[in-house]
């Protein structure tokens, strides 16, 4: 399995546009990306996947280099609601996703 | 609408105390498993099943038993729980979309 590097934390403020790097150097082929998105005492929830280029939902945009060794996750004009944890997965999919410790966001006013 | 419940979603137990944790989806998804989260450590994996009748260990399965006798339903049992069991537990299903995994609401465990 793919090892993940995220930031522990990020802070940002309302309305601005958060960039989460996470950083697979030894991803493979068959491997997808995924993140996902936890508030306190909740079950994670899945954002966005993607394998390579870009993604984009309602949710959020993910960016993956063609070298696929990192990805950025991208949220647009955050709001307070928006602080949460944030989890960068990668896996085959039908493999077992191991969750790291992601990167805790904060959204202050 | 469709999700995963678990239930109780609180429990204050004492060592030694069999106890299971009950999970259940009504989205007839064949993969389920089980997640325990504590500070400083994330979320582990505990025990997992591709479908009815099949489970697999995940990172941490000591001290812990499962069974999946329905497509629907994956309880969780600890035989003989100990104080290093105090965790938030979350279990989670997920279907044709393998990369999305649907999780529960969470049962937070207290063992003394």
């Known amino acids: 399995l793919a090892k993940t590097t995220q930031p522990i934390s990020m802070d940002s403020y309302e309305g601005q546009e958060v960039n989460i790097t996470c950083s697979h150097n030894?991803?493979?082929?068959?491997?997808?990306i995924t993140w996902y998105q936890q508030f306190p005492s909740q079950g994670p929830r899945f954002i966005i996947q993607g394998y390579k280029t870009k993604v984009t939902n309602e949710v959020a945009s993910l960016f993956i280099p063609a070298d696929r060794k990192s990805s950025t996750l991208s949220l647009p004009r955050v709001s307070l609601s928006d602080t949460a944890v944030y989890y960068c997965?990668?896996?085959?999919?039908?493999?077992?996703?191991?969750f790291g410790k992601g990167t805790m966001l904060l959204v202050s006013p | 609408e469709a999700q995963v419940t678990q239930n109780p979603r609180y429990l204050i137990t004492v060592t030694g105390k069999k106890l299971t944790v009950t999970c259940s989806q009504n989205m007839n998804h064949e993969y389920m498993s089980w997640y325990r989260q504590d500070p400083g450590l994330g979320l582990r994996q505990i025990y997992y099943?591709?479908?009815?009748?099949?489970?697999d260990k995940g990172d941490v399965p000591e001290g812990y038993k499962v069974s999946r006798k329905e497509k629907r339903n994956f309880p969780l049992i600890l035989e003989s729980p100990s104080p290093n069991q105090t965790s938030l537990y979350f279990c989670a299903s997920r279907g044709d979309r393998a990369y999305e995994q649907y999780f529960g609401p969470g049962t937070r465990l207290t063992v003394t």
């Open positions: 099943s591709m479908n009815v009748e099949v489970t």
């Open positions: 997965l990668v896996g085959e999919g039908y493999s077992t996703l191991t």
């Open positions: 030894n991803i493979a082929t068959n491997d997808y």
